[in-house]
């Protein structure tokens, strides 16, 4: 391919709201370019480059058993009304009727597509287990997408889903799944994590998340580097520091002025916060939409809720932090409110709480508090649970040694579903003894332009990208100089045909601009190897190569150009 005939260009400078390095380099090289909020369009240097991804991913699928399927873009409610999910999932569902006013969705996912596949297809045991997988375009309405590729509203992604007569086979295919995302990250040149995650919006009874820790990530993880211990904050367990043993004092209303917050109040009266209780009103969903929720969570004030633990413990969706009036409308007073004497307000106290006693927590009245307030006495709570987030520094929950936090981005994600959706489906097969028995599911998935800019983002200078060979949508970058007295378009011309031949095509850089524009775009490209065919290099013997990871440049003769750029890129 000629950069004269290249469908794309580059930019000397990316638009000045672009804040990452790898949406920058895309742009700027000619990657991608924005049609909207979260959409773009994958211009032919970044479409080849997501090809060789799949490429990859496919490789990797069919080598445990997975055959490739593809299902459709768009889907009938219908399905998604049979698991519930229509309901469940908000704005970020995209929903549109057809012309004969039928209910229609955008694929987010393909659980229930499968699960309806399985209906028709599967009937015996004989026939599991099974893995299916398609690599396909999905839609999520994110509210939020930023960072170039790295949160969009339109992706591909690689779904595939294991098909199972008996959980231990569920076990075997989330394993063999589980390794083989590792390979296909690592071939793709991106060294990843893998932390337990929250399951979400697709159920189910254990998720992982493939992270690649970056400071860019919007994901808090937790690691322990004794035991091996990781998860991400949402879910993350920790070891609580236990409260010290006393016996439960008589309740007494005092007065505290100005100290509507934690820190306050523990400064006021000279106690440490862990003898606070922090009072955090949420407002959520039922998980079918019918009825909001009024919550009122109580934790140690040396703590803080986690939202998704929070939500988990009451199966709510669409948390959000309750407005000052609802806070009113509930008998509390925003910045001294209590779960004491609460009725209208459904209380969830973390499970630290009962084993604390005589804390300092709100007299829902402004200006006062109430000393010794004790769970289990002055006041009970609809449920129990651990809703507190762990931190850097909090103690392990399995060796209780201090974590470590980290920052990432996901870039995949695996899920035990078991029969979340085939049970509801009726999506059944006859076992050995001739009983129906629900298809046991997993589910597991990639992004692959999350994927690409991920790379983006780990492979780069200051000149621009760095691409492994593995995934660069060109492996040699050819650099035609004008010659004065040897004809070097000729001599690029034979190479070029040589290395097309050889299974390793150039992008051909046949453009009529100086040394220095050409070696610029080169590096803001970032092919793997660079080869630039020169009247210096021709008198010296060969052709310049120089390897964009870094190193010096060398000469090689022209007639050993194609096997040592074979050679090369076997290093890149």
């Known amino acids: 391919m000629k950069i004269s005939r290249l469908f794309s260009t580059t930019l000397r400078e990316a638009p ?75 704005s970020e569902m995209g929903r549109f ?8 969705v955008l694929a987010m996912t393909h659980e229930e597509i499968v699960s309806f596949l399985v209906r028709s297809e599967i009937r015996s045991y004989r026939q599991l287990p099974a893995l299916v997988y398609h690599i396909q375009t999905k839609w999520r309405d994110d509210p939020r997408p930023r960072a170039g590729l790295i949160r969009v509203r339109e992706f591909t992604m690689l779904d595939s889903y294991s098909l199972d007569a008996d959980w231990e086979g569920l076990d075997r295919q989330y394993q063999a799944h ?41 994901d808090t993880l937790l690691f322990c580097d004794a035991c091996h211990y990781s998860a991400n904050r949402q879910i993350a367990r920790f070891r609580k520091p236990p409260a010290e043993a006393e016996p439960a004092l008589p309740l007494e209303k005092i007065p505290t002025p100005d100290t509507s917050t934690i820190q306050d109040l523990a400064a006021f009266l000279k106690i440490p916060c862990a003898k606070t209780a922090k009072a955090v009103f949420m407002v959520g969903q039922t998980a079918d939409g019918s009825q909001t929720q009024f919550v009122f969570a109580v934790v140690r004030g040396d703590m803080e ?31 001294y409110a209590s779960p004491v004497g609460l009725s209208a307000a459904t209380v969830v106290v973390d499970d630290a709480i009962p084993h604390s006693p005589n804390l300092v927590a709100g007299a829902n009245q402004a200006g006062y508090h109430l000393k010794n307030v004790n769970y289990g006495r002055d006041y009970s709570a609809a449920v129990v649970a651990d809703i507190a987030s762990a931190s850097e520094g909090d103690a392990c929950p399995e060796c209780g040694q201090p974590m470590r936090a980290s920052r990432g981005v996901e870039v995949g994600n695996i899920f035990k579903l078991g029969t979340r959706y085939t049970a509801v489906m009726g999506a059944e097969f006859l076992d050995e003894q001739g009983v129906s028995q629900p298809v046991i599911m997993g589910s597991y998935g990639i992004g692959v332009g999350r994927l690409l800019a991920c790379v983006a983002e ?7 990208l760095i691409w492994p060979a593995s995934i660069a949508p060109y492996p040699v970058h050819l650099v035609v100089l004008a010659g004065k007295t040897i004809d070097t378009q000729a001599a690029a011309a034979q190479l070029e045909t040589a290395l097309t031949r050889a299974g390793l095509e150039p992008l051909v850089d046949d453009r009529a601009e100086s040394a220095g524009v050409k070696f610029n775009d080169a590096d803001l490209i970032g092919l793997p190897l660079r080869i630039t065919v020169s009247e210096r290099a021709l008198k010296q013997g060969g052709v310049e190569f120089k390897r964009r990871a870094g190193g010096e440049a060398w000469v090689v003769p022209l007639e050993e150009a194609v096997s040592a750029a074979a050679a090369a890129l076997k290093e890149a």
């Open 16 to 90: 000045s709201e672009v804040e990452i390095a790898s949406h920058q380099l895309l742009l700027r090289a000619g990657f991608i370019r924005p049609l909207g909020a979260g959409i773009f369009c994958y211009l032919p240097l970044a479409q080849r480059a997501m090809q060789r991804i799949q490429a990859i991913m496919r490789e990797e699928m069919n080598a445990i058993g997975g055959q490739e399927l593809c299902m459709p873009v768009v889907h009938p409610a219908d399905v998604w009304k049979e698991t519930g999910r229509w309901y469940q999932i908000g």
């Open 97 to 104: 009727k057809d012309k004969n006013n039928h209910d229609m």
């Open 178 to 218: 589980y390794q083989a995302y590792f390979r296909i990250f690592k071939r793709c040149g991106l060294d990843v994590v893998a932390v337990l995650s929250d399951t979400g919006m697709m159920g189910g009874q254990m998720a992982h998340e493939y992270m690649y820790l970056t400071p860019i990530g919007e």
């Open 305 to 335: 809720v986690n939202e998704t633990k929070l939500a988990n413990a009451l199966k709510l969706k669409d948390l959000r932090p309750a407005l000052d009036e609802e806070i009113r409308a509930v008998g509390a007073v925003p910045g």
């Open 458 to 464: 780990e492979h780069h200078d200051e000149r621009g």
